[in-house]
């Protein structure tokens, strides 16, 4: 039986993001500058902030990346995790630093009485630890006749799990990622049927941005689709900034998140070709309302002629349907006018802002 449907799962703070415990599932994404390259990092984050990031991690592999973190958590803007393998040390940098988070595995990190130190400190500075499971680097001790099984990573999370309890650490999250479909979706189930620590879901090595995008939707949209998921990442080998837009519309497909500004357009035909550029004025407008920050829910819709056209544009908030390099715009359901192809994305970013701010 389901016992940790999001609704349900132990509530954490994560630097002021809510986690768990019937919280908005919030997106994670992950910088991948040099650390140690505090400008170019906090460039990142900023960007990933204006996209609607919620909580960002850094590698932070050696003792000059955990020196940047100081500057970088000042100026990030919203929480920081520090992603650290092996030294202890690094562990504890990274909170004297105000990182909201740790991403380890107490297993790795060496002796019992480490583990108790970062445990510790993550306690007396409010810090959430996320015991991140791969199943690629699982210890030999949890594997099934020598395999990495949905139920060895199961064990592998107990197990590290076990280690921050047994020092007395309860704000704690778990990942449980494979690089495939089956093993991903079981972990989690089994996990979640088990466990009330909220889960982080992810796809390790899932691809470049149009594979890596569809094959996480199709494996986070399941779980999600359960109640299964309080925190999610869609990893991608691509700018950082395409996590965040494949996380918040997974979420909104999903009907996890209501607000924001939606874009859709059609796939265009024979129809439009040659008459009206529907895939990159849908691009630019998509990617212009992107970073606006609403509280509000809207849908804008981008057409490429009169057959489907306007019928789309008028169910939206503000849409147009194009025709010989003019278009007929929808406000509201009403059409108000006919603008020229060269002013589309004006327009609409004009229109969008007094239908948002005045
Ligand atoms: S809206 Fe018009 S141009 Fe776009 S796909 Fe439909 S028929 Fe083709």
């Avoid at 132990?10 to 993001?17: E, I, K, M, P, T």
């Avoid at 590290?160 to 494979?178: N, P, Q, R, T, Y």
């Avoid at 079981?186 to 796809?203: E, I, Q, T």
């Avoid at 996590?243 to 497909?253: D, H």
Wanted: glycine share 10%; with cysteine; hydrophobic share 45%.
């Amino acid at each position: 039986m389901m016992t940790a449907h999001r609704e349900t799962t132990r509530r954490l703070d994560l630097g002021g993001v809510r986690i768990g415990g019937g919280a908005p599932v919030s997106v994670q994404s992950m910088t991948n500058t040099n650390t140690a390259d505090t400008e170019a990092t906090l460039e990142q984050i900023r960007r990933l902030k204006m996209a609607g990031c919620d909580i960002v991690r850094v590698a932070v592999p050696d003792k000059a990346a955990a020196a940047a973190l100081p500057e970088i958590v000042a100026g990030a803007g919203l929480p920081v995790v520090a992603d650290i393998h092996f030294d202890y040390r690094l562990a504890l940098d990274a909170l004297d630093a105000g990182c909201a988070g740790l991403r380890i595995n107490p297993g790795n990190i060496g002796a019992v009485d480490r583990v108790k130190v970062v445990a510790r400190e993550a306690e007396r500075k409010g810090a959430v630890i996320r015991v991140g499971v791969n199943a690629g680097s699982l210890e030999s001790a949890v594997l099934e006749n020598g395999k990495a099984t949905a139920t060895a990573m199961v064990r592998s999370a107990e197990r590290h799990v076990a280690l921050l309890e047994d020092a007395g650490f309860e704000s704690i999250k778990v990942s449980l990622k494979a690089s495939d479909r089956q093993r991903t979706i079981d972990a989690n189930r089994m996990w979640a049927a088990s466990h009330d620590l909220p889960l982080h879901l992810g796809l390790t090595e899932a691809g470049t941005l149009l594979t890596g995008a569809t094959r996480s939707a199709a494996v986070l949209g399941e779980l999600l689709g359960e109640g299964i998921g309080d925190t999610l990442r869609i990893s991608l080998c691509a700018d950082p900034v395409q996590e965040v837009f494949a996380g918040i519309e997974l979420l909104r497909v999903m009907g996890l998140r209501k607000t924001g500004i939606r874009v859709i357009a059609c796939p265009t035909c024979g129809r439009c070709a040659d008459r009206f550029d529907v895939a990159s004025l849908a691009g630019e407008i998509e990617s212009k309302l992107a970073v606006i920050e609403t509280t509000k829910s809207m849908t804008v819709a981008v057409m490429g002629c009169a057959v489907n056209g306007p019928g789309e544009a008028r169910d939206a908030d503000l849409g147009v349907a194009g025709g010989r390099s003019k278009a007929l715009l929808f406000k509201r359901g009403e059409k108000i006018g006919a603008i020229e192809e060269g002013r589309v994305v004006e327009t609409v970013l004009a229109e969008i802002e007094e239908m948002l701010f005045k």
